[in-house]
């Protein structure tokens, strides 16, 4: 199947902005229709699916860079090795944010009980920090 620039874009939940700017600097591959339009296809996405991983575990675009320009050499141990390291580098950045969203989460579901208790008139609203005590200090 082909795509268009809107189409692509869509697809991915990016804008077509980002998707010119990732074929300008020769990170996803595409080809040119009879009126010089980007025409992405099924290769497109392979690309446009590693890129977006990529980009969601925090990896820098020279990263990304690198690690498509790897891909696309000749297969040797040291190609491989080195897309490993890629790999393996944002594989810890991945974690590093699902420790940071899991912290994030614990810390909003004691907030939403603490509501959950002045709304239910448990205990007084003491969230509003004009309503502190004056020996309260941060």
Same mark, same amino acid.
């Given at each position: 199947? =082909?795509?268009?620039?809107?189409?692509? *874009?869509?697809?991915?939940?990016?804008?077509? $902005?980002?998707?010119? @700017?990732?074929?300008?600097?020769?990170?996803?591959?595409?080809?040119?229709?009879?009126?010089?339009?980007?025409?992405?296809?099924?290769? /497109?996405?392979?690309?446009?699916?590693?890129?977006?991983?990529? #980009?969601?575990?925090? *990896?820098?675009? #020279?990263?990304?860079?690198?690690?498509?320009?790897?891909?696309?050499?000749?297969? /040797?141990? &040291?190609?491989? %090795?080195?897309?490993?390291?890629?790999?393996? =580098?944002? %594989? &810890?950045?991945?974690?590093?944010?699902?420790?940071?969203?899991? *912290?994030?989460?614990? @810390?909003? &579901?004691?907030?939403?009980? $603490? @509501? &959950?208790?002045?709304?239910?008139? %448990?205990?007084?609203?003491?969230? =509003?920090?004009?309503?502190?005590?004056?020996?309260?200090?941060?």
């Amino acid at each position: 199947m =082909n795509y268009t620039i809107k189409q692509f *874009a869509d697809l991915f939940q990016t804008t077509e $902005h980002t998707v010119r @700017y990732y074929t300008d600097i020769q990170l996803l591959p595409c080809r040119r229709d009879g009126g010089n339009r980007r025409v992405f296809d099924e290769e /497109s996405v392979r690309w446009m699916r590693g890129i977006t991983c990529l #980009k969601r575990c925090g *990896a820098p675009i #020279k990263d990304i860079q690198r690690y498509c320009e790897l891909c696309q050499l000749e297969e /040797s141990d &040291e190609n491989l %090795r080195a897309r490993y390291e890629i790999i393996l =580098n944002q %594989r &810890e950045k991945a974690r590093q944010k699902v420790v940071e969203a899991k *912290a994030a989460l614990e @810390y909003m &579901e004691r907030k939403v009980m $603490h @509501y &959950e208790d002045i709304l239910a008139g %448990r205990i007084p609203d003491d969230t =509003n920090p004009g309503r502190w005590p004056q020996d309260v200090t941060l």
